[in-house]
């Protein structure tokens, strides 16, 4: 069984991809709608502007293949970018639509005193510790890089958060479909149980090799 | 809230691991990629490559330990030295570094930091500031060149300027302090730190874990960073961050 990680021009996709390997997965960077359907899980990673991603998408038609695989049940996971682009709409450098997975926006860190970007590492606190991303996982610190996050419309999507200023949304879920504000293959060991953790929900339960 | 960060800096030279006791009289210690994965084991929270190749084949390897440490590790990493073209910069970004780091580049044309943050995001863009202080002035003059060369710029106003031009972090070095192991320069620190509303990574003059705790505090560094007392044990990055977590300094 193979992880695909979904490529469509946007940054660097080696680290996430090695970060795989290193847990016993296999896994193929692909931009192919064939292999990205035929996966047994999809990663949609993302640096970069919003609406350039968005449009990279499109043009590749990789937007409707990412839709197709969330709603055939195939467990996916949006890192950082990846994961705003999941929800309907971001108001990073004007207004963008995204893929409509799962409802709400993306805004902007609200003025104050704290840095924007929120950039470094910020202890993740669980919301909803139900599903299969936390689980045997105590609450950990993890490495957020972002200037914009998600408020999503629904609160049962929401899994933890991570506290700058205010409760800011970091994981997200829904079914078969999650996201990861912060970048899972930065932040060390607890990033990399929550990214083993997802990949062994997409192989369905079964534990990757260790590599 | 956002914890402070350790980071352990890895000077490359050809492939190889070394650290010079003020810049000079280099000693060998290691291969970079093994190290930087005991240092991502270790609990360090970031690191730093600082390539002082002075040959192309040099700055060649440097590509392949990124790659290579890239694989390996899974925390963040930054890049520095030799690196004067936006094209410099995709290639490391490219090969698996988090962030790069420019130093007198900068200083001979600043729009390289402009043109980086534009192409790759102000977060991808450290601005590595060597000061050291300048008597008659009465305050910080900047330095390039590995340090050798005084430039006639206020270490304060470059600061400000790199963060205009988009620059995400400031990597400050006090030559003053750098190899004393006497403690890092408050003072610059707090100075920077205060100024500027980007991150500060303070550098020089580590000697023992109270450094670390007085430059966090006083010095209010978002981040320190240090070589030699890391590579040769003088300080294992847990016990210090033990030590600062015991004395209620946010760390992971």
Redesign the interface.
């Known amino acids: 069984m193979t992880i695909a990680i979904v490529d469509y021009g946007m940054g660097?996709l080696?680290?996430v991809s090695?970060?795989c390997?290193?847990l016993g997965f296999k896994t193929v960077v692909t931009g192919d709608p064939a292999a990205i359907l035929n996966a047994s899980g999809v990663l949609l990673p993302g640096?970069?502007a919003f609406g350039d991603a968005m449009e990279h998408l499109r043009e590749s038609g990789l937007d409707r293949v990412v839709r197709e695989a969330a709603a055939a049940g195939k467990p996916l996971l949006g890192i950082c970018l990846g994961m705003q682009l999941l929800f309907d709409s971001s108001e990073e450098h004007g207004d963008h639509q995204g893929l409509g997975i799962l409802p709400g926006r993306v805004v902007r860190f609200e003025g104050g005193s704290l840095?924007v970007?929120?950039?470094?590492?910020?202890?993740l606190e669980y919301v909803n510790s139900d599903g299969p991303l936390f689980l045997g996982l105590e609450e950990g610190?993890v490495?957020f890089?972002h200037s914009y996050h998600v408020l999503p419309e629904r609160q049962e999507d929401l899994l933890a958060v991570t506290?700058?200023g205010y409760p800011v949304t970091a994981v997200v879920g829904h079914g078969n479909v999650f996201g990861m504000q912060f970048?899972p293959?930065?932040?060390?060991?607890m990033?990399?149980s929550l990214l083993r953790n997802f990949l062994t929900f997409a192989e369905g339960g079964q534990q990757g090799q260790a590599g | 809230?956002?914890?402070k960060?350790i980071i352990p800096c890895l000077d490359v030279k050809d492939g190889r691991v070394v650290k010079g006791v003020n810049f000079v009289n280099l000693r060998d210690a290691g291969d970079p990629v093994e190290l930087a994965a005991l240092y991502?084991r270790e609990?360090a929270?970031e690191l730093v490559f600082l390539d002082i190749s002075a040959s192309n084949e040099g700055r060649a390897t440097m590509i392949e330990v990124v790659?290579q440490t890239?694989?390996?590790i899974?925390?963040?990493f930054t890049v520095g030295g030799g690196i004067s073209q936006v094209e410099d910069m995709k290639r490391i970004?490219?090969?698996?570094a988090?962030k790069i780091g420019i130093n007198t580049a900068a200083i001979v044309n600043p729009d390289l930091i402009s043109d980086g943050a534009r192409r790759f995001?102000?977060?991808c863009i450290v601005v590595a500031v060597d000061a050291k202080f300048n008597d008659a002035w009465g305050e910080w003059e900047v330095y390039t060149h590995g340090g050798r060369k005084p430039t006639g710029i206020r270490a304060l106003e470059w600061v400000k300027e790199a963060e205009s031009r988009g620059a995400?972090?400031i990597l400050l070095t006090s030559m003053d302090a750098d190899g004393t192991k006497d403690g890092f320069d408050l003072p610059l620190t707090r100075a920077v730190s205060c100024l500027v509303?980007?991150?500060v990574i303070a550098s020089g003059g580590a000697g023992n874990k109270e450094h670390f705790y007085d430059v966090f505090t006083e010095g209010q560094a978002?981040a320190a960073l240090a070589a030699t007392i890391f590579h040769y044990k003088e300080i294992a990055v847990p016990d210090l961050k033990q030590d600062l977590k015991a004395r209620g300094v946010e760390i992971?």
Request: net charge negative; charged share 30%; proline share 5%.
């Open positions: 660097n080696h680290s090695k970060a390997e290193r640096v970069g840095k970007p929120h950039m470094g590492w910020n202890k610190h490495y890089v506290d700058y970048h293959e930065k932040s060390g060991e990033g990399m | 809230m956002l914890t960060r991502d609990g929270d790659r890239a694989g390996e899974s925390i963040p970004l490219r090969a698996g988090d995001g102000s977060q995400g972090e509303g980007i991150p978002d992971r």
